[in-house]
């Protein structure tokens, strides 16, 4: 319990004891903390003024976020322009600063590039005005599936060869249907065409990634890997996945099938284990069984150990928590093999299962 998601004890800067972390703090200051002791303040200390953050912002789990006019790891540097003058340099033509994608330092705008290579990336432009991840049907900077292979992307704009259209040039001009009609068979009762899943042309879906079974069905409604933990087990070895939903074994529960429904401790035994630091029986937010936390059905986003986490703080795209390629886990994306990204939107293998 004490274990952080790299499976080292209290990140190295603690002790357990009885499943908690007990953060070390010998100046008494506080500066380390966090569940798993993962927050170390002294990260935010500037080295010539010994100030936190230079003493012109605020420090939050190890990372400086600087007052306007100042920037920098530890807001060490003054801009030479007033901060009204930064603002005006960073707004986009639609009036948004570094267009919602970015951050402004000193008039210029660093654009929140998804792109890991380093190379010219999928957001750019002076104001971060250009996404190139909009031509694409599945976000994937490694296939052909740019414009959906029968275009270019030109700010991202999709500009169709002859013979297709579409926003994404996914409709054959030769199709009988219609882009809306098209579009309205491959969404089915989803709220997205391919249900995210996949690439439709002509009411047609094809699944993502090609080739690999788990995911599958008539618009990509199933996604079988929903049933496999972080481990990659199965409904947690004690049960069958049947449409992204596991059908669990007699004498078990639970999404992943991973609760037993016999218990072999004591009801005060299971609350202890329940309880989070503040004494609050699963945070107040789920029920106890067996010295594990229930989470409250009706608030689906509620998750973690404790039932402290809420998944809605997790990174989307096209409307999909990690992009549906991975698990969140606590408010951060846990890709599947293969994927990456803050929102799993990224393929980095070099073929697809």
């Known amino acids: 319990m004490c274990k952080n998601s790299q499976d080292v004890i209290c990140s190295n800067a603690g002790t357990c004891h009885c499943g908690r972390c007990k953060c070390d703090n010998p100046d008494g200051n506080g500066l380390v903390y966090g569940k798993f002791c993962e927050c170390d303040d002294r990260e935010c200390i500037d080295d010539e003024t010994e100030e936190i953050c230079g003493g012109h912002g605020k420090c939050y789990c190890g990372n400086c976020y600087c007052g306007s006019g100042w920037h920098g790891d530890k807001c060490e540097f003054q801009c030479d322009i007033t901060p009204w003058e930064s603002k005006r340099r960073c707004t986009s033509p639609d009036g948004k600063i570094c267009s919602n994608r970015g951050t402004c330092v000193c008039g210029e705008c660093s654009c929140h ?65 219609s882009a809306e009609e098209s579009i309205r068979k491959c969404q089915g009762s989803s709220d997205l065409p391919c249900s995210g899943r996949g690439k439709c042309e002509c009411g047609k879906c094809t699944c993502y990634p090609p080739g690999d079974r788990r995911v599958y069905g008539k618009t990509c409604e199933c996604d079988d890997r929903r049933c496999e933990d972080l481990d990659g087990t199965v409904c947690g070895g004690h049960g069958t996945c049947s449409c992204g939903r596991c059908v669990c074994e007699r004498g078990w529960f639970g999404e992943l099938c991973q609760h037993p429904r016999k218990c072999n401790m004591t009801e005060e035994q299971s609350k202890s284990l329940c309880e989070s630091a503040d004494g609050i029986l699963c945070s107040g937010k789920g029920s106890c069984h067996c010295g594990k936390c229930l989470c409250s059905a009706e608030e689906w986003y509620i998750s973690g150990e404790l039932c402290d986490c809420d998944d809605r703080d997790c990174d989307k795209h096209d409307g999909l928590i990690c992009t549906g390629n991975g698990i969140c886990n606590c408010g951060n994306c846990e890709c599947w093999d293969g994927w990456n990204g803050n929102a799993c939107e990224i393929w980095l293998g070099t073929e697809y299962p």
Do not use: M
């Open 113 to 177: 590039d998804v792109d890991p290579t380093g190379d010219w990336g999928d957001i750019h432009g002076d104001t971060c005005e250009c996404d190139e991840r909009d031509c694409r049907a599945v976000y994937d900077r490694y296939s052909d599936d740019f414009c959906s292979g029968h275009g270019q992307c030109n700010c991202g704009r999709c500009d169709c060869k002859v013979g297709w259209y579409g926003k994404k040039c996914e409709h054959p001009r030769s199709c009988p249907l």
